[in-house]
């Protein structure tokens, strides 16, 4: 359910998602950056004060064009929230400004300076060289799948959390709702992926005789690209009707 997806784990790997394909959405790159940065909380937290603080200047960066249109969106029932939805996720960050990341691309890419350390500038770019494999993964591999796997092995690296339960203890405090669930975080995302594509592809073979989940016929221009941004818009059209109901429940119950 939607409270899986607010774990931090979770949302480290939405955030990494949603800048491959929202490359100018500054609150995600900011966390996909943190959540990449290999080095401890706190210096994390000063390097990308040093990004915000750099950030403060207008730059000539203009918005990045709109992907492809998505070839699942006709058999979503979600579709309405597709890229011309006012539900849509947006984009970070207004023309002539630049984005979370493109701050953080010039401010790495110096040998010296005057706020970080070499270290910290080292830090930086490989956390870039991350994000950017990861793009590049998209727009070459065909399985949204595997994609997925790749960002939680990358983001592994840096959290143990995937394989904590997706249900929170009872030391926690159990949301209002909320079901048992014996699975796994990393078990819950990557059902919800598998679920999403069989609605997505019901035209598609079965995945043992295509070999993988993708648009039968292979890779295409765009990777996994377009099944990657429905599938976050599905995100967020589920988690707001889930919303919706939880409100309505709880107000009735009381």
């Known amino acids: 359910g939607a409270a899986v997806y607010r774990r931090a784990p979770v949302q480290d790997t939405l955030a990494v998602l949603r800048v491959v394909v929202w490359a100018r959405d500054s609150g995600a790159g900011r966390r996909a950056l943190k959540a990449l940065l290999p080095c401890s909380r706190e210096e994390a937290k000063q390097i990308l004060a040093h990004v915000h603080k750099l950030n403060g200047s207008p730059s000539s960066s203009k918005l990045a064009p709109p992907l492809p249109p998505s070839p ?18 947006k984009q970070g960050g207004a023309v002539g400004q630049r984005s979370f990341l493109e701050a953080a691309r010039d401010l790495f890419a110096a ?7 070499k270290r910290q500038l080292a830090y930086g770019r490989l956390a870039l060289r991350q994000l950017d494999m990861i793009k590049k993964v998209a727009e070459q591999e065909a399985s949204l799948s595997s994609l997925v796997g790749v960002v939680v092995k990358v983001l592994q690296q840096r959290s ?7 249900q929170v203890d009872k030391v926690d405090g159990k949301l ?5 669930d014996s699975r796994s975080l990393l078990e819950v995302v990557m059902e919800d992926v598998n679920s999403f594509l069989r609605g997505a592809h019901p035209e ?8 993988k989940e993708g648009p039968a016929g292979g890779v295409g221009k765009s990777g996994c690209l377009g099944d990657l941004r429905a599938f976050l818009e599905f995100l967020v059209a589920r988690e707001s009707s889930e919303n919706r109901t939880r409100a309505a429940e709880n107000k009735n119950a009381v």
């Open 72 to 89: 699942v969106a006709g058999h979503l029932q979600s579709s309405e929230y597709g890229r011309n939805s006012k539900r849509a996720p």
């Open 176 to 180: 209002l709702n909320e079901t048992a």
């Open 160 to 166: 143990a959390g995937f394989g904590a339960p997706a």
């Open 111 to 117: 040998k010296l300076s005057g706020q970080l350390s």
């Open 204 to 211: 598609d073979p079965p995945l043992n005789e295509r070999g």
